[in-house]
């Protein structure tokens, strides 16, 4: 019974003789056991060593308490699995390192047509997420902005194969951005904004495309970087879930809507933001978001702000992600009372 603690079975059964006898010498417990004195020696130094017996001057033998004894064996087995499962990891760890090459961590891209073409490998390999911070400005301009146009791109071909996007989108956009985002929407995109340091497009947490933004600067020839260091995309990863937390949910399917813009207007009231900063997201002035209220207002038949939350709340065109009762907002339009404040 006790094999499992590293006790063998002829020293088991000798503890077993010896236990319930006050002290035995070896060739007592031959006689009892039925082994030679030669092996019951070899069993009691075992059980000597394991700290399960111990003998006197004169040659006989006593056993030692066998719980606390077991208990202690079991600690330092436990001891001996976890040190060795660490030592395993960082032998790991080591191996990945020296078997690594540092031209397959990271790949430099220079030029629109290679990194365009990377892109779409890159989107095409997704098997289960791609995530992604969007920035202006582009590599490649989308001019027709149709279900049927947008359906070669990859990732309008990743959701189609039930990969999931997730998207946070740097502020400011114009309908045709909007009108895009919400075709999208549509097709299954998660989309937030939030201010985004960067371009970024992460793929099933295994490898990154990172633009240079310095490169698309006049003059300069476009750059990119595809890392496959884990240590590097679990860093950005990680950044990316930060931004995503704290982003704002874009709505884009609200009643009766006929500018896009609106619809991100009504998500960010949903989160408590400011009319500054939903203007300044949007490319407005404040006396436009202002008015855009006022126009929602009347659309729902109500003449304040705590209303207005109440009525967007039972409208069946809200059903985005984090939806928020718009009581989180004062009526002093400037200052939100929500924590979630955009700026």
Known sequence: MLQPLGISAEAEAVYVALGPMRSASAAELARLTSLTPEMVAENLEELRRL??????????????????????????????????????????????????????????????????????????????????????????????????????????????????LRVVYHPGFDPERLTELGLFAKKGELSRTSPVPMKLILVDSQVALIPSMRSYLPGHELRASIVRHALLVEALQWLFEAVWEAAVPIMTSVNSETDPRRQ????????????????????????????????????????????????????????????????????????????????
């Open 51 to 164: 700290g399960l017996a111990t003998d006197s001057s004169r040659g006989n033998w006593r056993a030692l308490p066998l719980l606390d004894v077991v208990n202690q064996l079991k600690a330092q087995r436990l001891s001996e699995i976890e040190l060795a499962s660490v030592a395993a990891e960082s032998l790991e760890s080591h191996l990945l390192a020296a078997g690594a090459s540092p031209v397959d961590d990271v790949k430099i891209l220079v030029g629109r047509e290679a990194i365009v073409a990377a892109h779409r490998e890159l989107l095409d390999s997704a098997r289960r997420e791609i995530s992604a911070f969007d920035k202006p400005p582009y590599a490649q301009a989308r001019t027709n902005i149709t279900e049927e146009a947008l359906s070669v791109e990859p990732e309008w071909q990743a959701l189609e194969r039930n990969v999931t």
């Open 264 to 343: 991100m207007l009504i998500s960010m009231l949903m989160t408590g933001s400011t009319d500054s900063a939903i203007a300044n997201t949007l490319n407005i002035n404040v006396r436009s978001v202002r008015r855009w209220i006022s126009d929602l207002m009347d659309e729902m038949g109500v003449t304040t702000r705590l209303q207005l939350g109440a009525a967007l709340v039972r409208s069946d065109g809200l059903r985005g992600e984090r939806a928020m009762s718009l009581n989180s907002v004062s009526p002093n339009s400037n200052h939100p009372v929500a924590p979630a404040s955009w700026e």
